[in-house]
């Protein structure tokens, strides 16, 4: 079992206003000076009070279940659903994550719309979305040239949430990592605080393997994340 932690400087995530742009629904080109300017000024802010953190704890004795699309992780029994089981089943190992962009964003966030600045409101909210994936996405770079040496692969990330995995699973989830460097608590609900936050799993093995673009296999359209990603493609 291996455990490795992270702190990162927002200047390591290179987030940028065409990056931001795209989050919030715009094509190349769409946007117009006045939002540029905003988005500026809000990622300069954004570098001076985010708390970037990310974690990843590597499982090694785990069992897959196809009958009823679950993966057991020590005592834990986690219900995948047929989508995200199987693009992990043929995992040898799991490697349970966690990221943060901190909690600042979203009190900024909330700040700015409460005063009735809706606009700066949701940059602040899409800023926070893109530095905790971004942070998570430097730690998955990390943990694939940890197992990397031993002949073995990494699968995209999956989050409690997608493609039918409930959200509730999350609890268990954070069972696993009960140390927690980043410093993320859940509520009732499993909703995490600070909210811009990620956790999930990546599967680790010598016959897995990684989809640069996976919402195609997912059919929620109204998943959070399917937007995001078009963007990206």
Not at 31 to 46: G, K, P, R, W
Not at 209 to 231: A, P, Q, S, V
């Amino acid at each position: 079992m291996n455990r490795q932690s992270f702190q990162y400087s927002f200047s390591d995530l290179k987030l940028d206003i065409p990056q931001v742009e795209r989050a919030m629904g715009y094509k190349e080109g769409e946007s117009d000076e006045v939002l540029a300017d905003l988005i500026e000024i809000a990622l300069n802010e954004a570098g001076s009070v985010c708390k970037i953190k990310a974690e990843f704890r590597i499982f090694r004795q785990v069992s897959f279940s196809g009958e009823d699309k679950t993966v057991r992780i020590e005592e834990e029994v986690f219900n995948l659903k047929k989508i995200v089981f199987s693009q992990i089943r043929k995992s040898e190992a799991v490697a349970v994550f966690l990221a943060t962009a901190g909690d600042r964003l979203g009190i900024m966030s909330r700040l700015a719309m409460k005063e009735g600045d809706l606009l700066k409101g949701y940059i602040y909210d899409i800023i926070g979305s893109e530095v905790a994936d971004g942070a998570a996405g430097l730690m998955q770079d990390e943990l694939g040239k940890t197992i990397k040496a031993g002949g073995e692969k990494i699968t995209n990330r999956y989050s409690p949430g997608y493609c039918g995995w409930d959200v509730a699973e999350q609890h268990k989830l954070f069972r696993l990592m009960p140390s927690n460097f980043c410093g993320i608590s859940l509520n009732d609900s499993a909703l995490m605080s600070p909210e811009k936050s990620v956790s999930g799993f990546i599967g680790i093995g010598r016959e897995v393997r990684f989809n640069d673009y996976t919402c195609g296999l997912c059919d929620m359209e109204d998943c959070i994340y399917r937007h995001i990603r078009k963007t990206r493609k």
